[in-house]
């Protein structure tokens, strides 16, 4: 990626890099923490258990995490974690026949921690 910082020099790949991980833990902090009620209502919508909701919780709050690790396994660990994790997100709402929007979320997200991945050394 190519964009100019303010001093007019480009943005090196571990600021980019560093700047997708905040993307992702800011919106699954936002969707996870902060409009929970929304994560409980969608759970029971798709007919999946409570146990699969804080399974998927857990699994996606603890990956985040792991995208801050100072080991490149670790990060690349909860990198392909979110994305197979988005993969069963966009496959749900497919079988749920939802709008393309409503799948934008989980496929930016699926996405974003592919770029992680591929990226981290």
């Known amino acids: ?3 100019h910082t303010t001093t007019g020099e ?10 997708v991980k905040a993307l992702i833990l800011g919106s ?16 029971k919508y798709y007919g ?9 919780g857990i699994l996606k709050l603890s990956s985040t ?3 801050f690790s100072s080991d490149p396994n670790v990060v690349k660990f909860g990198a392909a974690t979110i994305f197979f994790l988005m993969i069963a997100a966009v496959l749900t709402h497919l079988r749920s026949n939802n709008p393309v929007f409503k799948m934008l979320p989980s ?8 770029f992680v991945f591929f990226t981290t050394a």
Do not use: K
């Open 10 to 19: 480009l943005m090196d790949l571990s600021t980019v890099l560093y700047i």
């Open 48 to 56: 999946l258990s409570e146990s699969i909701r804080d399974f998927v």
């Open 65 to 67: 995490v792991m995208l």
């Open 1 to 3: 990626m190519c964009s």
């Open 107 to 114: 496929f930016t997200l699926m996405l974003l921690n592919l």
């Open 28 to 43: 699954i902090f936002f969707v996870w923490v902060v409009r929970y009620e929304n994560i409980i209502e969608e759970f």
